[in-house]
């Protein structure tokens, strides 16, 4: 059966949309069918990690919440980027980074139920196996709705105070709603500090389970926004870390 996977922060700069990207990669590679829809609309970035030009799309998620029109024209076929020969695809619905159909998002709002809608058409019409939803950080009423519809959810944190308080939060409003399958994810773990005992004292803290604690790397800082790093460091241990993840994902779809 599809599955609806979020990725969500309580604060902006963990890394959330980088690790959707990489993650959505690796899921075609592994041959199978992905969307991945760029579901914070007020700071998409999206369309750029995954090197697509947002000015020659005539229709992003904007245009269904907004105009009614049917999500899959919005789908846009991006496998080519992988550059690899692979037996998956890969499907984004990019947001508008327009500054105009931003403020207009602001202003008009829109019905959240048909996110949900939406993501459940693009399932059906693509024959997906699995949707990526990368939300909005933060608790409002857009990421709430993506929450609400995930058969699974990884928040991504950083070790913090404020994210520290803001993801407990965050697990308590997922449990609220019943997310089937919930974890963590850490992002950005500073030297001197070792990634499995991270993961230990954040699952111990959460009571919840950690599928991965990536520690910080300068060569992920330096990757060019435009281009994918599990795809240029494929031994990389972030890109084992996320590969395993993957197959996590792929095991309980």
Same mark, same amino acid.
């Given at each position: ?7 969500? %922060? ?7 949309? &980088? ?43 904007? %245009? ?14 991006? &496998? ?174």
């Amino acid at each position: 059966m599809p599955k609806i996977i979020s990725i969500h %922060s309580f604060r902006r700069g963990t890394g959330k949309s &980088t690790i959707t990207a990489n993650l959505a990669a690796l899921l075609a590679i592994a041959g199978r069918r992905v969307g991945v829809v760029d579901a914070d609309v007020l700071s998409p970035s999206l369309h750029w990690l995954l090197g697509v030009d947002e000015s020659k799309i005539g229709c992003t998620l904007n %245009s269904f919440l907004l105009d009614q029109q049917d999500i899959e024209q919005a789908a846009h076929d991006v &496998t080519a980027r992988l550059g690899v020969d692979i037996k998956g695809r890969l499907f984004l619905v990019p947001a508008s980074d327009d500054a105009l159909q931003i403020a207009r998002v602001l202003r008009e709002r829109y019905d959240t139920d048909r996110l949900n809608t939406g993501c459940q058409r693009l399932i059906d019409q693509l024959a997906l196996d699995m949707l990526l939803v990368d939300t909005h950080a933060g608790l409002n009423q857009d990421s709430l709705a993506a929450l609400a519809m995930s058969d699974a959810l990884i928040i991504v944190l950083r070790l913090d105070q404020q994210d520290y308080q803001g993801t407990a939060v965050t697990v308590d409003v997922a449990r609220r709603l019943e997310v089937p399958d919930l974890s963590l994810m850490v992002n950005m773990v500073p030297p001197g500090f070792q990634s499995i005992e991270v993961a230990i004292e954040v699952e111990h803290t959460y009571n919840c389970p950690v599928s991965a604690a990536l520690p910080l790397s300068e060569e992920l800082m330096a990757q060019p926004g435009s281009s994918l790093f599990v795809l240029e460091h494929a031994r990389h241990p972030i890109t084992t870390l996320l590969t395993q993840v993957a197959a996590r994902l792929m095991a309980h779809a």
